[in-house]
């Protein structure tokens, strides 16, 4: 399965693939990084993907607005999306559920809880 | 978090680095821009800093973590506009971006992290963001035709910054954009970049190509503007689709403003107060903190006076007035930009009785207004209010015609009135322009000649008919419909703009409209003058006035009728020797300087010895006994404590005549 991860600082996007990666045993997940929403947008097409996970404040366009685009397109509607994001922003939080990400998380998290709403997501 | 440790410490460190490097150099440009920060870049800071934060927060580095979130709080409330920009608010920006370098190296030398108080700036963090801001009113986002998928996809910062250019009176453009997919993102960024010079974008939503052909992805841009859609679109080259998404493009204040207004009454606002943005308080706060630094390193050198050096003390007294000198011009400069109100701010007023002007008189008028955002003196903006009324009553009275006539002239039956405002050197220029029937000198005439203003043989041409309707007497205009006038003419806005150091000039095309242009001095409080001596005395005259200066030997002035004159470009233009017009010695030379000015459609020619140079002035009142004198507008000091006159041009043409006057009087 092929997990889609958009997350514009490296060390951050990093820690995130490994904890997937390490993390998830039984899952056997690849994993694509993409450094920002732009860079998702160019790998969404060369891939089926089986879930996304989002950083929600970066440059260019941001998290809430990569969601909207793949809730809104015909192919990429049912890919299930984690948000993830720092905590103080309930609001934007709100926002996303209302665009139709499926869940959220909040920065600090523990890796396990990545790895729990991930496989949740994955439906394993 | 096991095996990776090591690793990810590293990581951290060098994004760290990094991130605080970019955060280093942001806040130095955030101090650059002085109070007029730009929107992306505070965010920008906000972004950089939540990612230091959230780093932090994942590693374990708890004094990072909590230093960044205090910030980040501190950041958040800055771009949602509910705390100020000030001076204490970039230095504690400074002091964490040191601090926070400091507790990154830590991570290696923890040593280095006795170095920090971090309580104490966190205590200072916190200050500044319990610090509160007048809410603005109502951001109206009600007035923006939004679909619900876009409205949802705002973070809660997006909203605010539409919410923020609609207080700003600025239009909102959907813009929609389509790319080849190799290519979007270099292309996006350019788009961007460009929009972001006159306006600010908003929202980047990616959308399906809606060529469906899967080749390409299109954007959706909000960009908020004071830019015409047309502009907008040629920015772009032709390639957006842009549309409007406020509802009421014109006079958006109009409703906010309630009362119902009553055209008999005087439109000018009678609030003696002026808003200020408490930016532009702190900055004076600081320069008076500045002057008091100052006013210490004196008191300092006069108790040591006499034990230091003669040398090393003068050295300190010329760096102390250097710096008197400075700071009070900065002071100064910072007064001023308080007494600054956009012009937009009788706009809605002006917009309001527009439309009721129109209803009365059965006309269909689009008033366009542009430059909003130009500022002018809220004293001028006030004294404005009147005469541009004035002259917007005449273009819709006389000026536009009735709907059939202007369909059978092939024009579109609602009449424009274009009101623009704009910065153009020192001063600030309004045109009031109408796609009328122009000024007809054909029209003017009868009635002047009715009015007794010209001889019944005497002709009269554009720029004649021109100079009639600015004559007092002329105004016919309560006979004609009730609506433009009340018994005041041209001639009193004219005064009105002349009292105000301003000029009115009129631009006719017949059949296709007019443009009443006003130009006015950005402010009174201080005036670009040219320094000339006559005499034993120097004299400031205001730029404004003066045409042109020339220097001519004594054989080229001419009399004709008893009155000195200097042809220039086969043009008289009678002379005034400012040393006689205020009674100083002064000896015959052999060359002099004649001085050109000009007070609305009058000119004199004033004879002076030298020109000395140009230079900002600041005039003062001279006091009661000197008030009434012809031709003083008041003193001004030129350095050196050289107190000199000020020449009012507009007096002195008054007292002693004019070119206008005596070429009449010549034909």
């Known amino acids: 399965m092929k997990v889609l991860v958009v997350e514009d600082s490296p060390s951050m996007l990093s820690m995130l693939s490994n904890i997937i990666e390490s993390d998830s045993d039984g899952l056997a997940l690849e994993i694509v990084e993409a450094s920002s929403g732009f860079e998702a947008l160019k790998i969404l097409p060369h891939h089926r993907f089986d879930a996304v996970v989002t950083d929600i404040n970066m440059p260019d366009i941001n998290g809430l607005e990569l969601v909207s685009f793949l809730k809104s397109h015909p192919t990429y509607r049912e890919i299930p999306v984690l948000v993830v994001s720092t905590e103080g922003s309930a609001e934007d939080r709100r926002r996303a559920e209302a665009l139709g990400a499926e869940e959220y998380l909040v920065k600090p998290f523990e890796p396990v809880d990545l790895v729990e709403k991930l496989r949740r997501l994955l439906g394993g | ?667």
């Open chain 2, 1 to 667: 978090m096991k095996r990776e440790d090591q690793k990810a410490r590293q990581e951290f460190t060098s994004e760290a680095e990094e991130l605080l490097e970019a955060l280093s150099s942001d806040v130095v440009e955030l101090e650059s821009q002085g109070e007029e920060v730009r929107p992306e870049l505070v965010n920008k800071i906000f972004r950089e800093v939540h990612s230091l934060k959230g780093l932090a927060g994942m590693l374990g580095f708890d004094q990072i973590s909590e230093l960044s979130h205090g910030l980040e709080d501190m950041l958040d409330r800055l771009r949602m506009g509910k705390i100020p920009i000030n001076r204490t608010l970039v230095d504690v920006l400074f002091d964490s971006v040191d601090s926070l370098n400091r507790l990154v190296i830590a991570i290696q030398n923890p040593e280095v992290a006795g170095l920090v108080d971090l309580p104490g700036l966190a205590g200072r963090i916190r200050d500044l963001s319990s610090s509160q801001r007048p809410r603005k009113g109502e951001k109206g986002l009600d007035r923006i035709d939004l679909d619900e998928q876009t409205r949802r996809s705002l973070t809660e910062y997006e909203e605010h910054r539409l919410g923020e250019n609609l207080r700003k009176q600025r239009s909102i453009f959907s813009i929609e954009l389509s790319f080849d997919f190799a290519t979007f993102d270099e292309k996006l960024r350019a788009a961007t970049s460009v929009l972001n010079e006159s306006g600010e974008v908003i929202s980047t939503l990616p959308a399906i190509d809606p060529s469906g052909a899967g080749e390409g992805i299109a954007f959706r841009l909000l960009y908020g503007t004071m830019a015409e859609r047309e502009e907008v679109e040629r920015r772009l080259g032709g390639e957006a689709r842009v549309s409007s998404l406020v509802r009421q493009p014109s006079a958006p204040a109009a409703a906010a403003q309630g009362e119902a207004l009553d055209d008999e009454i005087s439109l000018r606002s009678v609030s003696n107060t002026v808003r200020v943005d408490i930016a532009r308080l702190d900055a004076v706060m600081n320069i008076v903190g500045e002057l008091i630094v100052e006013k210490t390193s004196l008191e300092s050198l006069s108790r040591g006076f006499g034990l230091q050096s003669e040398r090393i003390g003068f050295q300190e007294l010329n760096r102390i007035a250097r710096n008197l000198d400075r700071k009070l011009s900065d002071l100064q400069r910072s007064v001023i930009e308080i007494r600054m109100v956009p012009v937009g701010q009788i706009y809605s007023k002006l917009a309001r009785t527009v439309r009721k002007l129109a209803r009365e008189l059965g006309k269909e008028i689009e008033l366009v207004l542009r430059g909003e955002e130009t500022e002018l003196d809220k004293m001028m903006v006030e004294e404005l209010t009147d005469p541009l009324m004035h002259i917007i009553r005449n273009a819709i009275d006389h000026g536009i015609e009735p709907a059939a006539e202007r369909v059978a002239a092939g024009k579109p039956s609602a009449g424009s009135v274009v009101l623009d405002a704009y910065q153009k050197g020192n001063s600030v220029v309004i045109d009031v322009s109408d796609d009328g029937r122009g000024i007809d000198p054909e029209r003017i005439r009868p009635v002047a000649l009715r009015r007794g203003l010209i001889e019944p043989r005497e002709s009269v041409d554009l720029p004649r008919a021109i100079e009639l309707l600015f004559t007092p007497g002329f105004s016919t205009a309560a006979a004609v419909s009730g609506v433009s006038g009340r018994g005041v003419g041209l001639d009193v806005v004219r005064k009105n703009i002349q009292d105000l150091k301003g000029t009115i000039e009129v631009m006719s095309e017949p059949g296709s409209g007019s443009t009443f242009r006003i130009s006015l001095p950005i402010t009174l409080a201080i005036l670009q003058a040219l320094i000339v001596r006559a005499g034993t005395d120097a004299y400031a005259i205001p730029l404004t006035s003066v045409e042109e200066s020339l220097r001519i030997r004594p054989d080229e002035i001419r009399t004709v009728e008893g009155r000195e004159v200097y042809m220039l470009r086969e043009r008289a233009i009678p002379l005034l020797r400012l040393s006689d017009a205020f009674a100083t010695e002064s000896e015959p030379r052999s060359k002099h300087f004649i001085v050109v000015t000009r007070s609305g459609e009058r000119q004199i020619g004033l004879l002076v010895d030298s020109l000395v140079r140009q230079q900002e002035i600041v005039i003062k009142s001279i006091g009661a006994r000197l008030d009434s004198v012809p031709g003083i507008a008041g003193a001004t000091e030129i350095g050196e404590n050289e107190i000199i006159l000020v020449v009012d041009v507009g007096s002195l043409i008054d007292q002693f005549g004019s070119a206008a006057r005596g070429r009449r009087a010549a034909g």
